[in-house]
Every structure is written in structure tokens, then in C-alpha cells.
């Protein structure tokens, strides 16, 4: 999911949302991206956030994670490290536009050690190459643009556009799956 | 007075002005829209929405750094937010002719008709760059019929348009592996790309048997060549750097700023990998044969309203 032109404005609320839907979906790797690095510098922030929001999907209101006030309201903890969250952020990742164009250049650079008749594509891949290219991009915001997204990984990917993260619906998330699930790849024939 | 200078200066820097965005009736035009920058002068404009083509060459006194040639634009797009580099995946042309029952050979003919006119009319609104995905490595894969079909229609298209892109001032380049490509369309090819070398109006690029994936390799490649051979060092290596190595380092503005792909796919498809990190998207649902002026009019507005929001540039 790439947060094109919201960096300036991120709703952590709505941001755990997207990762607790994808989640329960059986999405295995989710990739957030900004290009101004926001979500990286609100890390702490954003796993509170999703601690929390795992404790209610989880239903354990006894949860050491959470606290609950008099009026059986819960409380995330107040340091905000995952535990019981640690299912929600196995597979994912946070980048930032350093990990776009920048970091692949720096990826390269480890690759001048070899011949340079040996540097092919897998070479090129094995450097710079995700465990698996993303099927999905999503990118929220009013400009439709990939904002320097990791440029090798998006050869195939289905790039579908929101105007926006902020007060995103269960249904419109699914609508989006559902318009992926109907794609059709020629790969070229 | 300034405006025959300026028609001199034209003729001193070996421009045609019988090229046809330099026609007569353009050249009236000119003589009252000319800009120019750096000079400290301009003339006074038509007050209509223009579009610039803007031309960078440098005369005797090597002041002159630009020359604007103006162009009417169709009715609520704005010069200054017209996108310099535009790509086209030219995606829809098997289906469409599927649709009505016409042949695979009919869809691709007719595209080509289209694009020529996309072409001319990029000419004519002042932008820099047109790159067109024509054919994918991965499209070697299709049957052979279409791939030969397909060769057949490049080379025939290519030697045929060449005097009216000469006439429009169009540099026409081929990126991708050339090498693999029928000799013939090879050397029309070169034939092409010679002609219009000195041509300083749109710049087409036709990616043929192109993969930006190899595209990226091959650019690694050549800079561990040259750091090999001590021509570079290591430090020296950045984006810049790593850009000018890519087949597009033929052009003024190597980043397309609007990438537009036909027939509802919303995919890149191993084309400008690189190039297009910071590039709109925009994805039509009607297959290349289908789009018409007012939808690639529709798709400049698109941009420019994307970009008026937000100051035009990011």
C-alpha cells in the first residue's frame, strides 16, 4: 500500500485498519509505503495502535496488553511494543522513498565486485529482488502517481488508485480485492 | 524589427522554416508569439491559451537559450501544467478487434493509425516526448503470425511516415534490443533514427523488444564496465548517474510525467521501470484503437486538474 500524496496527513487509525483487513484476509506480506517517511518515524506509534486494534479483533479483554477502565473499556499499553500483535506485523514492512531509487542504487553498488559480463537479471535480483514482487499496489491519495515506490518491484503488479486512506470502508477496501481478483495477466502473449 | 531577427536567427541555426510547425500561417503566428528567454525581451502574445514548445540551441552569441513556439490549445488546458514526456502502453488491440469480429491484423493497423495521430497531435501542443510501448519482450511469446505481422507493420510504418515526421520536425529513436529485431526493420530503423537526428521538435521514442527490468541490468552493467575500467569511481555512483546510463538518456526529459495505458489494465508491464517511480498514472478503460483526441484531451485534463492542486510539481 503506498500513502502517495497523504504523508502529510496519516491516519494511524485508518492505516491499522487496512493492515488488520488484510490480515484476516490472509494477506501474507503487506509493504506501507510514504515517501517522506512518516510511518518509519511513527513506528512506535503505529504498532501501539495496532496492539490495540489486534486486542479487540482477538477479543481478550484480560489481555496484559490492555487495561481496562471502569467501564470495561481497553487500553492499549502505554508502550506500545507488539506482542500480542506479533501476527499483524510478521510480513510487514515499512519503506520510505530512501528504499526506491536510492537504496537500489546503493544495491548496485554491491554488485560492481563481480565481472560485469556475469551481471544479468537474477544477478540483479538476487540483490535488489523482494521475497516476492507485490500482485497489488493500492496507492491512496488524489495525485496517481507511485511516488518512487521500488521501482524493480513493480514489473506486474495491478496498481489500483483511492483518493484516500482516511475514513476507508471495510467494503471499499474489499471492492478493490475484488476488481484484483478479476484481473486477467497475458504476460505479453 | 524583432521579429526578423528572430526569423533570422531561425535561418542562421539551419531550422526549416517550412517544417510544417514552422508553416507560413505558424510563422504569422510566431512573429507575434515568439518568446524568448535569457534575451531580457519578449514579444507581446495573442491573448488565447498557448502551449510552448520549447527548443533549447544556442546561436553565435550563445545567448539565446530557448525558443518558444506557440500553439493553440484545446479549450481548458493550461500550457504551463502540460506534461513535457508523455508514455503510452498502447495496450487493447487484440480485443478490440475480437469485439467485432474484425482480424488481430485490423486491430494492429488501426492502432497504428492512431498513434500517428496522437503523434501529430503532440506535436502540435508543444510536447517534448512521446515514448510508446510497441513491443514487450515478453511479446515474443505471442503467436507467430501476429509477431510477423507485427515486425512487417513497424518497418512499413517507419519508412512510410519518415518524410511526414521529417516535415513535422519529429526525431524519432528505437530503444530496446535491437539486435533481435528483423534486419530489414533494423535498418529502417537506423535509416530513421540518421534522418531525424537534427530534428528538434517532439522527440518519439518506440520501444521495441523493450523490458525495463533489462533496461535496469543493463545499465548496471555498463557502470561496473566503466568502474572496472577506472573511468568511474565507486563514490561517483547516484541516481543521476545511474539515469544517464538507461536507454532514455537520449532524451531532454527522461521521466515520462503521465503514463498512459489503454484498455483498462492498470499495470506497467515491465516498461520504464525506473522511469516512471514519480510519473501519473492514468488508466483508461477503452483499448487503444478507441482513443480518440478528445480521450487523450481528457487525460491531459486529468493530469493537469492532479496537478493544479498541488502547484504542478512534486
Not at chain 2, 483526441?293 to 498541488?310: C, G, H, M, P, T
Request: aromatic share 10%.
Amino acid at each position: 500500500m503506498a500513502f502517495t500524496n497523504e504523508s502529510h496527513n496519516l491516519d494511524l487509525n485508518a492505516v491499522t485498519d487496512l493492515i488488520c483487513w488484510c490480515k484476516q484476509l490472509g494477506i501474507k506480506y503487506i509493504t506501507l509505503y510514504d515517501d517522506l517517511g512518516k510511518l518509519k518515524g511513527n513506528q512506535k506509534d503505529l504498532f501501539r495502535c495496532l496492539d490495540y486494534k489486534a486486542s479487540l479483533l482477538d477479543g481478550n479483554n484480560n489481555h496484559p496488553l490492555t487495561k481496562t477502565n471502569g467501564n470495561g473499556y481497553t487500553r492499549p499499553r502505554a508502550n506500545g511494543t507488539p506482542s500480542e500483535s506479533i501476527n499483524y506485523i510478521k510480513g510487514l514492512t515499512i519503506l520510505s522513498k530512501q528504499e526506491g531509487r536510492q537504496k537500489f542504487v546503493r544495491d548496485i553498488k554491491n554488485l560492481l565486485t563481480v565481472e560485469p559480463d556475469r551481471i544479468d537479471i537474477e544477478l540483479v535480483q538476487k540483490h535488489i529482488g523482494w521475497t516476492s514482487d507485490p500482485e497489488m499496489l493500492v496507492t491512496f491519495g488524489t495525485k496517481q502517481c507511485l511516488f518512487g515506490f521500488p521501482p524493480w518491484q513493480l514489473r506486474l503488479t495491478e496498481i489500483f488508485s483511492l483518493p484516500s486512506h482516511r475514513n476507508i470502508t471495510y467494503k471499499t477496501f474489499i471492492d478493490c480485492l475484488e476488481k484484483y481478483s478479476r484481473t486477467t495477466q497475458r504476460l505479453g502473449a | 524589427m524583432v521579429c526578423l531577427l528572430k526569423f533570422s536567427a531561425f535561418a542562421f541555426q539551419g531550422i526549416n522554416p517550412h517544417a510544417s510547425n514552422l508553416t507560413p500561417s505558424t510563422s504569422s503566428l510566431q512573429a507575434t508569439t515568439i518568446k524568448k528567454d535569457a534575451l531580457g525581451y519578449s514579444l507581446a502574445s495573442k491573448h488565447r491559451s498557448m502551449t510552448g514548445q520549447t527548443k533549447r540551441k544556442s546561436i553565435l552569441s550563445g545567448e539565446l537559450k530557448s525558443v518558444q513556439i506557440q500553439e493553440a490549445l484545446p479549450e481548458g488546458l493550461k500550457p504551463e501544467l502540460m506534461p513535457k514526456h508523455i508514455a503510452i502502453i498502447m495496450d487493447g488491440h487484440r480485443r478490440w478487434a475480437n469485439e467485432r469480429g474484425l482480424t488481430m491484423q485490423l486491430g494492429h493497423t488501426t492502432g497504428g493509425r492512431v498513434i500517428k495521430e496522437r503523434v501529430f497531435l503532440c506535436c502540435k501542443w508543444g510536447i517534448e516526448g512521446l515514448s510508446v510501448f510497441a513491443f514487450s519482450t515478453e511479446n515474443w511469446g505471442r503467436p507467430k503470425d501476429e509477431v510477423d505481422f507485427l515486425m512487417n507493420l513497424f518497418e512499413e510504418e517507419i519508412r512510410t511516415d519518415l518524410e511526414e515526421f521529417t516535415r513535422k520536425n519529429v526525431r524519432i529513436s528505437v530503444i530496446g534490443d535491437k539486435s533481435k529485431l528483423p534486419k530489414s526493420l533494423q535498418e529502417s530503423i537506423a535509416t530513421a533514427e540518421d534522418t531525424t537526428r537534427g530534428n528538434i521538435g517532439l522527440h518519439l521514442m518506440m520501444a521495441l523488444n523493450y523490458s525495463g527490468r533489462y533496461d535496469i541490468m543493463k545499465a548496471s552493467r555498463s557502470i561496473a564496465s566503466k568502474v572496472k575500467d577506472g573511468f568511474l569511481q565507486v563514490e561517483d555512483i547516484n541516481e543521476t548517474l545511474f539515469q544517464n546510463e538507461l536507454e532514455t538518456k537520449c532524451v531532454e526529459f527522461p521521466n515520462p510525467d503521465l503514463l498512459i495505458r489503454t484498455s483498462g489494465e492498470q499495470r506497467i508491464s515491465n516498461f520504464f521501470l525506473w522511469q516512471l517511480a514519480y510519473s501519473e498514472v492514468y488508466f483508461p478503460e477503452k483499448k487503444f484503437p478507441d482513443f480518440e483526441e478528445k480521450d487523450f484531451i481528457e487525460a491531459l485534463s486529468s493530469f493537469q486538474k492532479r496537478n493544479r492542486r498541488y502547484g504542478g510539481n512534486e
